[in-house]
Protein backbone atom coordinates (compact mmCIF):
# COMPACT_ATOMS: atom_id res chain seq x y z
CA UNK A 1 0.00 0.00 0.00
CA UNK A 2 1.12 3.47 -0.48
CA UNK A 3 1.32 5.46 2.39
CA UNK A 4 0.81 9.18 2.92
CA UNK A 5 2.73 11.15 5.80
CA UNK A 6 1.12 14.58 6.66
CA UNK A 7 2.96 17.10 8.48
CA UNK A 8 2.70 19.00 11.40
CA UNK A 9 -0.21 16.40 12.53
CA UNK A 10 -1.22 19.96 14.54
CA UNK A 11 -0.69 23.22 15.06
CA UNK A 12 -2.21 26.62 16.05
CA UNK A 13 -2.52 29.36 14.30
CA UNK A 14 -4.45 33.43 14.20
CA UNK A 15 -7.08 34.59 11.74
CA UNK A 16 -5.37 35.91 9.04
CA UNK A 17 -1.97 33.86 9.35
CA UNK A 18 -1.15 32.03 5.36
CA UNK A 19 -0.59 28.26 6.22
CA UNK A 20 0.83 25.41 4.73
CA UNK A 21 0.17 21.52 5.21
CA UNK A 22 2.61 18.93 3.42
CA UNK A 23 1.79 15.39 2.82
CA UNK A 24 4.43 12.83 1.42
CA UNK A 25 3.51 9.42 -0.53
CA UNK A 26 5.74 6.45 0.16
CA UNK A 27 5.98 6.52 -3.56
CA UNK A 28 5.20 8.32 -6.67
CA UNK A 29 1.97 9.40 -7.14
CA UNK A 30 1.79 11.57 -10.27
CA UNK A 31 -0.69 14.30 -9.52
CA UNK A 32 -3.55 11.65 -8.34
CA UNK A 33 -3.75 13.88 -4.69
CA UNK A 34 -6.95 14.90 -3.27
CA UNK A 35 -7.11 17.33 0.06
CA UNK A 36 -10.59 17.57 2.37
CA UNK A 37 -11.76 19.30 5.00
CA UNK A 38 -13.40 17.97 7.94
CA UNK A 39 -14.81 19.75 10.98
CA UNK A 40 -16.24 18.05 13.60
CA UNK A 41 -19.46 16.00 13.94
CA UNK A 42 -19.49 16.73 9.82
CA UNK A 43 -18.75 14.22 7.23
CA UNK A 44 -15.72 15.60 5.06
CA UNK A 45 -15.56 17.94 2.08
CA UNK A 46 -13.37 18.05 -1.19
CA UNK A 47 -11.39 21.22 -1.68
CA UNK A 48 -8.69 20.17 -4.34
CA UNK A 49 -8.35 17.60 -6.62
CA UNK A 50 -5.69 16.07 -8.85
CA UNK A 51 -2.84 18.07 -6.41
CA UNK A 52 -3.73 21.74 -7.75
CA UNK A 53 -7.50 21.86 -9.38
CA UNK A 54 -9.98 23.46 -6.94
CA UNK A 55 -13.30 21.90 -6.33
CA UNK A 56 -16.50 23.96 -7.27
CA UNK A 57 -17.55 26.47 -4.70
CA UNK A 58 -14.07 26.18 -2.71
CA UNK A 59 -12.92 29.34 -2.11
CA UNK A 60 -9.92 30.54 -3.97
CA UNK A 61 -7.63 31.07 -0.65
CA UNK A 62 -7.47 27.14 -0.58
CA UNK A 63 -4.68 25.92 -3.51
CA UNK A 64 -2.94 22.62 -3.79
CA UNK A 65 0.56 21.93 -5.29
CA UNK A 66 3.12 19.05 -5.88
CA UNK A 67 3.47 15.99 -7.76
CA UNK A 68 5.42 12.89 -7.29
CA UNK A 69 6.07 12.55 -3.79
CA UNK A 70 5.42 15.70 -2.06
CA UNK A 71 2.41 18.13 -2.32
CA UNK A 72 1.34 21.20 0.04
CA UNK A 73 -2.39 22.09 1.10
CA UNK A 74 -1.82 26.45 1.18
CA UNK A 75 -4.51 28.41 2.93
CA UNK A 76 -3.76 31.95 2.25
CA UNK A 77 -5.38 33.52 4.73
CA UNK A 78 -6.72 31.73 7.35
CA UNK A 79 -10.38 32.38 8.20
CA UNK A 80 -12.68 31.77 10.85
CA UNK A 81 -14.50 28.59 9.04
CA UNK A 82 -11.38 27.26 7.85
CA UNK A 83 -10.29 26.00 11.65
CA UNK A 84 -11.03 21.78 11.50
CA UNK A 85 -8.57 19.24 10.19
CA UNK A 86 -7.60 18.65 6.88
CA UNK A 87 -6.89 15.20 5.25
CA UNK A 88 -4.72 14.25 1.92
CA UNK A 89 -5.60 11.17 -0.23
CA UNK A 90 -3.97 9.17 -3.11
CA UNK A 91 -5.78 8.07 -6.20
CA UNK A 92 -2.87 6.70 -7.52
CA UNK A 93 -3.37 3.15 -6.19
CA UNK A 94 -6.35 0.88 -6.88
CA UNK A 95 -6.04 0.58 -2.91
CA UNK A 96 -6.65 4.15 -2.11
CA UNK A 97 -5.05 5.86 1.26
CA UNK A 98 -5.65 8.91 3.54
CA UNK A 99 -2.99 10.89 5.46
CA UNK A 100 -3.01 10.96 9.19
CA UNK A 101 -4.82 14.75 8.90
CA UNK A 102 -3.58 18.01 9.78
CA UNK A 103 -5.63 19.73 12.80
CA UNK A 104 -5.79 23.08 12.55
CA UNK A 105 -6.67 24.98 15.93
CA UNK A 106 -6.89 29.03 16.71
CA UNK A 107 -4.21 30.28 18.77
CA UNK B 1 -28.85 18.05 -5.86
CA UNK B 2 -26.87 14.94 -4.97
CA UNK B 3 -27.66 13.16 -2.13
CA UNK B 4 -26.09 10.18 -0.35
CA UNK B 5 -28.08 8.74 2.50
CA UNK B 6 -26.24 5.83 4.68
CA UNK B 7 -28.92 3.56 6.94
CA UNK B 8 -28.35 -0.11 8.58
CA UNK B 9 -25.89 1.20 11.27
CA UNK B 10 -25.96 0.21 15.07
CA UNK B 11 -24.86 -1.66 18.11
CA UNK B 12 -23.48 -5.72 17.04
CA UNK B 13 -21.59 -8.12 18.90
CA UNK B 14 -18.08 -9.09 17.96
CA UNK B 15 -18.28 -11.40 15.25
CA UNK B 16 -21.50 -10.57 14.32
CA UNK B 17 -23.08 -9.22 11.07
CA UNK B 18 -24.20 -5.80 9.78
CA UNK B 19 -25.71 -4.52 6.50
CA UNK B 20 -24.82 -1.04 5.52
CA UNK B 21 -27.04 0.72 2.89
CA UNK B 22 -26.55 4.05 1.08
CA UNK B 23 -29.67 5.17 -1.06
CA UNK B 24 -28.02 7.62 -3.75
CA UNK B 25 -30.12 10.64 -5.52
CA UNK B 26 -29.46 13.34 -8.13
CA UNK B 27 -27.34 11.73 -10.10
CA UNK B 28 -27.09 9.29 -12.70
CA UNK B 29 -26.16 6.20 -9.87
CA UNK B 30 -24.94 3.23 -12.70
CA UNK B 31 -22.53 5.56 -13.78
CA UNK B 32 -21.05 6.06 -10.55
CA UNK B 33 -17.67 4.92 -8.61
CA UNK B 34 -18.72 4.58 -4.90
CA UNK B 35 -16.32 4.32 -1.79
CA UNK B 36 -17.28 3.22 1.51
CA UNK B 37 -15.04 5.22 4.21
CA UNK B 38 -15.02 4.81 7.97
CA UNK B 39 -13.89 7.18 11.17
CA UNK B 40 -13.37 5.34 14.37
CA UNK B 41 -14.33 7.32 17.60
CA UNK B 42 -11.19 10.39 17.98
CA UNK B 43 -9.48 8.92 14.42
CA UNK B 44 -8.66 10.09 10.79
CA UNK B 45 -10.26 8.55 8.02
CA UNK B 46 -9.72 5.18 6.86
CA UNK B 47 -10.85 3.95 3.52
CA UNK B 48 -12.61 0.75 3.10
CA UNK B 49 -13.72 -0.33 -0.25
CA UNK B 50 -14.46 1.23 -3.63
CA UNK B 51 -17.10 -0.73 -5.96
CA UNK B 52 -16.72 0.45 -10.00
CA UNK B 53 -19.41 0.99 -12.15
CA UNK B 54 -20.86 -1.68 -14.79
CA UNK B 55 -19.49 -0.39 -16.83
CA UNK B 56 -15.92 -0.48 -16.16
CA UNK B 57 -16.61 -3.91 -14.73
CA UNK B 58 -18.32 -3.63 -11.46
CA UNK B 59 -15.30 -5.22 -9.62
CA UNK B 60 -14.86 -4.22 -5.64
CA UNK B 61 -11.42 -3.83 -3.76
CA UNK B 62 -11.05 -3.50 -0.16
CA UNK B 63 -8.34 -2.45 2.38
CA UNK B 64 -6.30 -4.96 3.83
CA UNK B 65 -7.61 -4.90 7.31
CA UNK B 66 -11.58 -5.41 5.97
CA UNK B 67 -10.75 -7.93 3.36
CA UNK B 68 -12.46 -10.93 3.41
CA UNK B 69 -15.16 -9.60 5.91
CA UNK B 70 -16.47 -6.72 4.32
CA UNK B 71 -17.91 -6.88 0.82
CA UNK B 72 -19.20 -4.18 -1.26
CA UNK B 73 -22.25 -4.41 -3.27
CA UNK B 74 -24.34 -2.33 -5.58
CA UNK B 75 -28.43 -2.20 -7.28
CA UNK B 76 -28.52 0.41 -9.67
CA UNK B 77 -32.24 -0.84 -10.04
CA UNK B 78 -33.04 0.55 -6.37
CA UNK B 79 -29.82 3.96 -6.57
CA UNK B 80 -28.53 1.95 -3.68
CA UNK B 81 -25.13 0.82 -2.29
CA UNK B 82 -24.27 -1.84 0.26
CA UNK B 83 -21.46 -2.85 2.41
CA UNK B 84 -21.92 -6.61 3.89
CA UNK B 85 -19.98 -6.49 6.80
CA UNK B 86 -19.30 -9.95 8.64
CA UNK B 87 -16.87 -11.36 11.19
CA UNK B 88 -17.35 -8.06 12.93
CA UNK B 89 -13.97 -7.12 15.16
CA UNK B 90 -14.39 -4.47 18.03
CA UNK B 91 -12.08 -2.22 15.62
CA UNK B 92 -14.39 -2.13 12.97
CA UNK B 93 -16.34 0.27 15.38
CA UNK B 94 -16.55 3.88 13.37
CA UNK B 95 -18.68 6.16 11.60
CA UNK B 96 -19.34 4.95 8.00
CA UNK B 97 -19.66 6.98 4.80
CA UNK B 98 -20.58 6.44 1.48
CA UNK B 99 -18.80 8.63 -1.41
CA UNK B 100 -19.16 9.30 -4.56
CA UNK B 101 -15.38 9.36 -6.46
CA UNK B 102 -15.13 11.05 -10.39
CA UNK B 103 -11.96 13.32 -9.41
CA UNK B 104 -11.42 12.75 -5.64
CA UNK B 105 -14.53 11.30 -3.08
CA UNK B 106 -16.77 14.76 -4.64
CA UNK B 107 -19.95 13.96 -2.32
CA UNK B 108 -20.48 12.41 0.98
CA UNK B 109 -23.50 11.20 2.91
CA UNK B 110 -23.77 12.29 6.15
CA UNK B 111 -22.48 8.61 7.79
CA UNK B 112 -23.79 5.79 10.04
CA UNK B 113 -22.22 4.47 13.09
CA UNK B 114 -21.35 0.83 13.79
CA UNK B 115 -20.70 -0.26 17.04
CA UNK B 116 -19.26 -3.47 17.45
CA UNK B 117 -19.35 -4.60 21.53
CA UNK B 118 -19.87 -7.36 23.45
Known amino acids: DIQMTQSPSSLSASAGDRLTITCRASQSIGSFLNWYQQKPGKAPKLLIYAASSLQSGVPSRFSGSGSGTDFTLTISSLQPEDFATYYCQQSYSTLLTFGGGTRVEIK | EVHLVESGGGLVKPGGSLRLSCAAS????????MNWVRQAPGKGLEWVGRIKSKTDGGTADYAAPVKGRLSISRDDSKNTLYLQMNSLKTEDTAVYYC?????????WGQGTTVTVSS
Open chain 2, 99 to 107: TTESYGMDV
Open chain 2, 26 to 33: GFTFSNAW
